[in-house]
Structures are given as C-alpha cells and as structure tokens.
Nanobody
Framework: QVQLVESGGGLVQPGGSLRLSCSTS????????IGWFRQAPGTERQPVSY????????YYADSVKGRFTMSTDNGKNTVYLMMNSLKPEDTAVYYC????????????????????WGQGTQVTVSS
C-alpha cells in the first residue's frame, strides 16, 4: 500500500517561506510519480507542481512559477515543495499525491490522474 505523509505546513507572514515534505517509501518512489496539489475552501483541488509523463519535465502552476520548487531526496524517500515569497492567496490545504508510472499525467493534470493521496497539511499566509 502506498503511504504519503505531508508535513511542514503552518502559519507564515506574507513574503515568508515554508518547506513542505511528503514522506514515502523507496518502493513508492520507484513506481509512482509524486505531485503536489492544493485546495482552498470552496474551490476545487488544483495542481501546484508535478511531472508530466509526456516529457518527464517538472511543471508549476502559473500562480507559483518562480516562487515554488519541487525536489526529491531519494536518500530520505521524501519529496519537498519549497515555497518562497508566499502570498495570502497561497493559503490552502496542500496535498502530495502519487500516480502510477504509466498513468498519463498531462501538462495540466487532473486530480483523477493520481491514485493515492496524503492527508494534507494546512498552509496559512496571513499577517
């Protein structure tokens, strides 16, 4: 079974930084592509950062491009989302998700492209 555990959320002032972690297993990282999504109250879950299966490139939502960076530490079996220059509109619950290698992940993916989800971590950007 795939387990994804997010951590690192919290309350931060505008302009601040947070690093989210998605801890999983080597077995999962060898077989699944990990992406990050977020969901604000009253809105649909939106992709933040993910790897498209079309070209194996890492993509970012336009709203976070240049501020967020996704990376993987294979030694720790952890995928990170480094978030800089945070804005109030970044406030949301952030989820990491796993899509089986072989699933098509389009350049703008749907949450339905992903098979497993973590429990989410709350990020609140407010002064």
């Amino acid at each position: 079974q795939v387990q994804l555990v997010e951590s690192g959320g919290g309350l931060v002032q505008p302009g601040g930084s947070l690093r989210l972690s998605c801890s999983t297993s080597k077995w999962t990282l060898d077989r699944y592509s990990i992406g990050w999504f977020r969901q604000a109250p009253g809105t649909e879950r939106q992709p933040v950062s993910y790897i498209s299966s079309d070209d194996n490139k890492t993509y970012y939502a336009d709203s976070v491009k240049g501020r967020f960076t996704m990376s993987t530490d294979n030694g720790k079996n952890t995928v990170y989302l480094m978030m800089n220059s945070l804005k109030p509109e970044d406030t949301a619950v952030y989820y990491c998700a796993a899509a089986a290698l072989g699933n098509r992940i389009a350049p703008i993916p749907s949450p339905y492209d992903y098979d497993w989800w973590g429990q989410g971590t709350q990020v609140t950007v407010s002064s």
